[in-house]
C-alpha cells in the first residue's frame, strides 16, 4: 500500500516556474515507477511524465519535454515534478500516481496507486 500526496501548486503567471512535490509514505517506494498526470478542465486525464524506480530514467509527454523535469529521491520517498516556462495550457490538476511497472505509453488505467491532485493555474 502506497499513499501518496501532492503539494505545491497554485496560480502563477505565464512564463514563470512551479515546483511541484510528491510525498509518499508505505512501503517499497522504491518499487514503484512514480507518474505525474494531469487533468486540464473539461478534459481527460493525460500523462505528463514518469520517473523510473531508481531515478536514472525519466521520460515526458511531447506537451511539457524539454520543459518539465521529474526527479525523485528514495530516501525521502519524494518524487518532483519541476516545471519551467509554464504557459496557459498547462493549467489543470496535476496527480501523482504509482504502479510497480514500466510502461512506453503510461495509462491512467494501469495506475495502481493516486494522490488526489493539486491545482495548477497559469495566467496568460
Known amino acids: 500500500q502506497v499513499q501518496l500526496v501532492e503539494s505545491g501548486g497554485g496560480l502563477v503567471q505565464a512564463g514563470v516556474s512551479l515546483r511541484l512535490s510528491c510525498a509518499a509514505s508505505?512501503?517499497?517506494?522504491?518499487?514503484?515507477?512514480i507518474n505525474w498526470f494531469r487533468q486540464p478542465p473539461g478534459k481527460e486525464r493525460e500523462f505528463v511524465a514518469a520517473?523510473?524506480?531508481?531515478?536514472?530514467?525519466?521520460f515526458y509527454a511531447d506537451s511539457v519535454k524539454g520543459r518539465f523535469v521529474i526527479s525523485r529521491d528514495n530516501a525521502k520517498n519524494t518524487v518532483s515534478l519541476q516545471m519551467n516556462s509554464l504557459k496557459p495550457e498547462d493549467t489543470a490538476v496535476y496527480y501523482c500516481?504509482?504502479?510497480?511497472?514500466?510502461?512506453?505509453?503510461?495509462?491512467?488505467?494501469?495506475?495502481?496507486?493516486w494522490g488526489k491532485g493539486t491545482l495548477v493555474t497559469v495566467s496568460s
Open positions: 520517473v523510473s524506480w531508481s531515478g536514472a530514467s525519466a
Open positions: 508505505g512501503r517499497s517506494f522504491g518499487s514503484y515507477v
Open positions: 500516481a504509482a504502479t510497480q511497472y514500466y510502461s512506453d505509453t503510461p495509462s491512467p488505467a494501469a495506475m495502481e496507486y
